[in-house]
């Protein structure tokens, strides 16, 4: 059986996390699976794999030692596939080819060498283009970041795949509600490029609550603009009930296709994100655009509370047809195969 290793920077419960965990459990009936990663954390806690390698100098920008290990542990292994899920795992990965021969799919999960390259995104696309030429595939999670790695980065089109985001289904909203008032739903890092300050402001002339998933830098900033109506509970590893809730929300300045935004649609939940990124790609008639505006995030807000239940349809639909893991997930294996 052909041997696949999984690579990721950071073992945090996040939603390229995510994406790997369930690539590892799709997997394990056509490879031997594997997984490298920086530490024993929630993904770790959370897949059950051939072996894992676990170093923290996989987080450092560039480890000569940590390139020596993680290419003993391909030879070791003999690993035949190598899928990295972040720049820094896809730096490793591809360099590992000067040392231990094996074929790398490098998932892009929103460029972030043009949505945070800042005044050095030249060079740091440069050295996107120039890793792209020692990657055998590269998968793009959004129509938007195909795009962008054919036409910004300049990534030679034979190189590239597309395969939207896909999850397994989730428990779903029911269809009369048992509470009050409408509950809405944000699962987001408080830092950027999330912007739930502006969601906080939108909401509170909205007779609405408003429910926050996740935890980071900005919290105490979060916290002094809100009143009674937001509800912090913290960072949640595998949080999956998004069915207690009414609508989901997500404010960001940069995605790539959001899984968190996806597993909303699997419980059938309306969709309120900004026009960003992959974001377009996930609306159909179930949610609405918005801008970076407390203004028109207050207007996308109220458009979905007034057409709540056939929104809440539609995201369902577009889901089973689209993004349900459980339904496609040959597409995943059969690419695996051919590379």
Same mark, same amino acid.
């Given at each position: 059986?052909?041997?696949?290793?999984?690579?990721?920077?950071?073992?945090?419960?996040?939603?390229?996390?995510?994406?790997?965990?369930?690539?590892?459990?799709? $997997?394990?009936?056509?490879?031997?699976?594997?997984?490298?990663?920086?530490?024993?954390?929630?993904?770790?806690?959370?897949?059950?794999?051939?072996?894992?390698?676990?170093?923290?100098?996989?987080?450092?920008?560039?480890?000569?030692?940590?390139?020596?290990?993680?290419?003993?542990?391909?030879?070791?292994?003999?690993?035949?596939?190598?899928?990295?899920?972040?720049?820094?795992?896809?730096?490793?990965?591809?360099?590992?080819?000067?040392?231990?021969?094996?074929?790398?799919?490098?998932?892009?999960?929103?460029?972030?060498?043009?949505?945070?390259?800042?005044?050095?995104?030249?060079?740091?696309?440069?050295?996107?283009?120039?890793?792209?030429?020692?990657?055998?595939?590269?998968?793009?999670?959004?129509?938007?970041?195909?795009?962008?790695?054919?036409?910004?980065?300049?990534?030679?089109?034979?190189?590239?795949?597309?395969?939207?985001?896909?999850?397994?289904?989730?428990?779903?909203?029911?269809?009369?509600?048992?509470?009050?008032?409408?509950?809405?739903?944000?699962?987001?890092?408080?830092?950027?490029?999330?912007?739930?300050?502006?969601?906080?402001?939108?909401?509170?002339?909205?007779?609405?609550?408003?429910?926050?998933?996740?935890?980071?830098?900005?919290?105490?900033?979060?916290?002094?603009?809100?009143?009674?109506?937001?509800?912090?509970?913290?960072?949640?590893?595998?949080?999956?009930?998004?069915?207690?809730?009414?609508?989901?929300?997500?404010?960001?300045?940069?995605?790539?296709?959001?899984?968190? $935004?996806?597993?909303?649609?699997?419980?059938?939940?309306?969709?309120?994100?900004?026009?960003?990124?992959?974001?377009?790609?996930?609306?159909?008639?179930?949610?609405?655009?918005?801008?970076?505006?407390?203004?028109?995030?207050?207007?996308?807000?109220?458009?979905?509370?007034?057409?709540?239940?056939?929104?809440?349809?539609?995201?369902?639909?577009?889901?089973?047809?689209?993004?349900?893991?459980?339904?496609?997930?040959?597409?995943?294996?059969?690419?695996?195969?051919?590379?």
């Amino acid at each position: 059986m052909n041997k696949i290793l999984f690579v990721i920077t950071k073992s945090e419960n996040g939603g390229a996390q995510k994406w790997v965990k369930e690539q590892t459990e799709i $997997a394990k009936d056509s490879f031997d699976v594997y997984l490298a990663t920086d530490e024993e954390g929630w993904l770790v806690k959370n897949t059950k794999v051939k072996a894992y390698l676990t170093d923290s100098r996989i987080r450092k920008k560039f480890s000569f030692s940590y390139l020596l290990i993680f290419s003993k542990f391909l030879k070791e292994n003999q690993i035949d596939i190598i899928v990295a899920s972040s720049a820094n795992a896809g730096i490793y990965s591809r360099l590992s080819k000067l040392f231990y021969r094996t074929k790398v799919i490098y998932v892009g999960h929103g460029w972030s060498s043009i949505y945070n390259g800042g005044k050095l995104k030249w060079f740091y696309t440069g050295i996107e283009k120039l890793l792209s030429f020692m990657t055998d595939s590269i998968l793009c999670v959004s129509q938007s970041d195909y795009a962008r790695a054919k036409d910004e980065i300049g990534i030679n089109e034979k190189k590239l795949k597309l395969i939207p985001n896909k999850i397994m289904p989730m428990r779903r909203r029911e269809e009369v509600m048992t509470h009050s008032k409408i509950k809405v739903l944000s699962v987001a890092r408080f830092r950027e490029p999330k912007r739930v300050d502006l969601l906080i402001k939108a909401m509170k002339n909205i007779d609405s609550e408003l429910y926050l998933v996740g935890d980071g830098p900005l919290r105490k900033e979060y916290e002094a603009i809100s009143n009674e109506e937001v509800h912090f509970l913290g960072e949640v590893d595998g949080f999956d009930e998004f069915y207690k809730y009414d609508i989901f929300i997500l404010i960001s300045d940069s995605e790539g296709l959001p899984l968190s $935004a996806i597993e909303a649609m699997s419980a059938r939940l309306p969709l309120v994100l900004s026009n960003v990124g992959g974001c377009p790609e996930l609306i159909e008639g179930n949610g609405v655009l918005v801008e970076n505006t407390i203004l028109s995030i207050e207007e996308g807000i109220i458009l979905s509370i007034n057409n709540i239940n056939k929104y809440s349809d539609k995201s369902l639909e577009i889901f089973n047809k689209k993004y349900n893991l459980f339904k496609l997930k040959e597409i995943y294996i059969e690419y695996y195969k051919k590379i």
